[in-house]
């Protein structure tokens, strides 16, 4: 992967293939069907792979869905983690209760990470409601709360928008 005149790409692919026995790539569900193919590409023959990634997370958002495909068709082996070990206390048990396809309970008290209480749910219906509910949250934090790095807002949508990633976060962070 480089920069060159045309931008960001591949700087591998079948006629410049990867020197490598073994290609680990991590974070894979989120590749979609160009971006993989870029990949396979770039492979020489023999090379072995070892796919990792969270079915669960956020699709990929480009076209197709790639390593969910290779997984639903049973050609790999697939391996599954189910112990959760980066996140932990109520965010884990919402998370798990979307995974489930029942709504997360919401949260009772003030947030404290030390106790396990390191999620807040707020139902507006508008999404202007939303964003002043989440800046008047994410100002009222605690000093030791960075605001860029601390605190993660879920949303479904990635630029355009205007509950989507970048207009959350250019509202939210200092």
């Known amino acids: 992967n480089g920069r060159d005149s045309n931008g960001w790409g591949f700087q591998r692919n079948e006629f ?3 020197e ?3 290609l680990f ?3 894979t569900s989120m590749l979609d069907t160009s971006l993989f193919a870029s990949v396979v590409r770039a492979c020489p023959p023999g090379l072995c792979f070892l796919l990792t990634g969270d079915l669960a997370q956020l699709p990929p958002v480009g076209s197709g ?11 790999c082996g697939v391996g599954r983690l189910t112990e959760i070990h980066r996140n932990f206390g109520d965010i884990a048990l919402a998370l798990k209760a979307i995974r489930e396809g029942r709504p997360p309970m919401p949260t009772v008290g003030p947030i404290n990470v030390a106790a ?4 807040k749910h707020f139902e507006c ?3 202007v409601t939303s964003l002043d509910r989440l800046s008047a949250f994410t100002e009222s934090s605690p000093s030791c709360v ?18 989507s990633r970048v207009t ?5 962070q200092p």
């Open 168 to 172: 959350i976060n250019e509202r939210l």
């Open 25 to 27: 790539l991590d974070e």
């Open 146 to 163: 960075n605001r860029t790095w601390d605190i993660q807002c879920i949303c479904g949508v990635n630029e355009k928008g205007e509950m």
């Open 125 to 127: 219906l508008t999404s």
């Open 16 to 18: 410049r293939p990867l």
């Open 20 to 22: 490598c026995r073994f």
């Open 65 to 75: 869905a790639p390593i969910r495909d290779l997984v639903t068709s049973g050609i």
């Open 116 to 119: 396990g209480r390191n999620w």
